[in-house]
């Protein structure tokens, strides 16, 4: 072994797994149930994770809406079995976990009733990067004494890191920024897999000669990347990086730890961590896996998505374009949405394309294709130059924020300030309005984050309604029953 990779000034690389959240929301749609998590909680507890996500994200919508599942139960459930690791969640600033920027108010009860429940890490982004959306989230997670780890999305104008925008100097000064809010790490986010080997080994080099706290690398396998850019990322010195087990790894979601432990096994690096018990792990995630066969992708041949190399669209982001397309008939106009969206994206002031801006840039894209350009404009798009988001990376276009803002309801002029100075205190209006059906205040925060489904929800948990059958679990005996009914199917088609 060289004496490179022998370097005694090196050390350990940190982990955290991602698996009951990340790994299940980018392959299997979050649906996940805790009932499945719990057989193995205490031996994912021993493998010596610096952290485990199991929060955060799509999974407060998913539970409530698709599972039947009360968010709040999941942390507080898996602590009973998880004690020594560390919880993480995935938190979008003023966004929470939800769409939309919510009042100082709704945001602080949040925050607080997420520490309550076992949340020990909040990894906090904006999808503008605009950190004054980090105010409030930021200071009650401060004085809860809990670790805030603050995140940078990673985007790109051009095929490489470089350009008039998302820069060298852009991402030095926006750490920098994160650590004088007193970051505990800080995070490379890196939503669609496009953050290629060299460029993160060069990030990674100068940010280590201006933070002084732990840097910690998130990306997607989407492009097929992440693996090479970990190795470059960990020769450049990073400190923790973001994995998945194997039956929940690759594809959109992320490198595997499992090639991961073998490949630093013996070096400075080395994680320590036991591959046999990585092993059995990944055999229960096998045996239960056929109970949400359903939602991972089979129309592709490829486990990864050659396409984001060139365009750098997120694969989420693809997906609704195609469903917005399929339903206005007009698939075969996919190519011409493909070359609109970095129109549109830099008319608008060049957001980075994750939740939920990936999703406003997208359908506007699609409506001045098909429509053509601003004939038809949404209502996020109309917030977004507001200035209801935040302040974008680049300013938006004159001409486009002057059709864009016509005839809005809150005026024709910009605001500048921090979004959430302009929301009004929501949390006691809501209160009033779900009334006797929030029997407790996380009750009352999910209706807050999600009024019609969460009241819904409301109506399963305390049985007002009864449960419908899509929500319910299936189970190993319920695939079993369906197999047979293909194979006696397929029996009687062969006879």
């Known amino acids: 072994m060289n004496d490179f990779v022998k370097d005694t000034s090196k050390k350990p690389i940190k982990i955290q797994d991602l698996t009951f959240r990340d790994g299940h929301q980018s392959l299997l749609a979050t649906r996940m149930r805790t009932e ?50 560390p919880f993480s969640m995935l938190l979008r600033g003023q966004n929470l976990v939800g769409y939309r920027n919510y009042a100082d108010d709704v945001v602080g009860a949040f925050v607080d009733k997420a520490c309550e429940v076992g949340i020990d890490i909040f990894r906090v982004f904006d999808a503008l990067n605009d950190f004054r959306n980090f105010q409030t989230a930021v200071e009650r997670i401060k004085a809860n004494g809990k ?87 960990i020769e450049a010195g990073v400190d923790i990086l973001d994995t998945c087990l194997a039956p929940f790894a690759m594809r959109t979601s992320h490198p595997a730890i499992e090639p991961l432990v073998v490949t630093l096994q013996g070096t400075a690096w080395d994680t320590g961590f036991d591959l046999s018990k990585l092993l059995e792990i990944d055999d229960y995630l096998e045996s239960i896996a056929p109970k949400y066969r359903d939602y991972l992708a089979t129309n592709r041949m490829a486990v990864i998505d050659t396409g984001v190399l060139a365009h750098q669209i997120p694969g989420g982001m693809i997906s609704n374009l195609v469903s917005q397309l399929k339903e206005a008939n007009a698939l075969d106009r996919l190519a011409e949405v493909h070359a609109e969206i970095p129109i549109t994206r830099k008319e608008l002031g060049t957001p980075p394309l994750v939740t939920p801006t990936s999703q406003i840039v997208g359908v506007q894209a699609v409506l001045n294709v098909l429509l053509g350009k601003y004939k038809m404009i949404t209502n996020q798009v109309k917030d977004l130059v507001y200035g209801l988001y935040g302040k974008t990376p680049t300013p938006v276009y004159p001409e486009v924020q002057k059709i864009v803002l016509k005839g809005y309801k809150r005026g024709e002029t910009p605001i500048t300030g921090r979004a959430a100075d302009f929301i009004e205190p929501e949390l006691e209006e809501d209160r009033k309005k779900i009334g006797d059906l929030a029997k407790t205040e996380e009750d009352l925060l999910t209706y807050a984050l999600y009024p019609t489904t969460g009241e819904q929800f409301l109506k399963w948990k305390y049985g007002v309604e009864e449960r419908p059958d899509e929500v319910k679990p299936k189970t190993l005996e319920d695939i079993k029953k369906e197999d047979e009914a293909i194979a006696q199917a397929m029996a009687q088609v062969k006879a």
Not at 36 to 58: H, L, R
Not at 153 to 167: A, M
């Open 36 to 85: 499945d998590m719990i057989p193995i909680a205490e031996k994912v507890d021993e493998i010596g994770f610096w952290s485990m996500e199991v929060w955060g994200g799509a999974t407060f919508d998913t539970m409530h809406r698709f599972l039947a599942e009360d968010p709040w139960e999941r942390p507080r459930t898996l602590k009973k079995y998880i004690k020594k690791t």
């Open 147 to 233: 670790h805030f780890q603050g995140s940078i999305c990673y985007s790109l104008t051009e095929r490489h890191l470089g350009g008039d925008v998302f820069n060298l100097p852009y991402y030095l000064s926006k750490c920098e920024q994160l650590q004088e809010m007193g970051a505990d790490t800080i995070c490379i986010k890196d939503m669609a897999g496009i953050a290629a080997p060299y460029d993160i080994y060069k990030l990674i080099t100068e940010l280590k000669k201006v933070i002084a706290v732990p840097i910690h690398f998130h990306s997607h396998y989407t492009s097929g990347m992440a693996s090479m850019s970990f190795i470059k990322a």
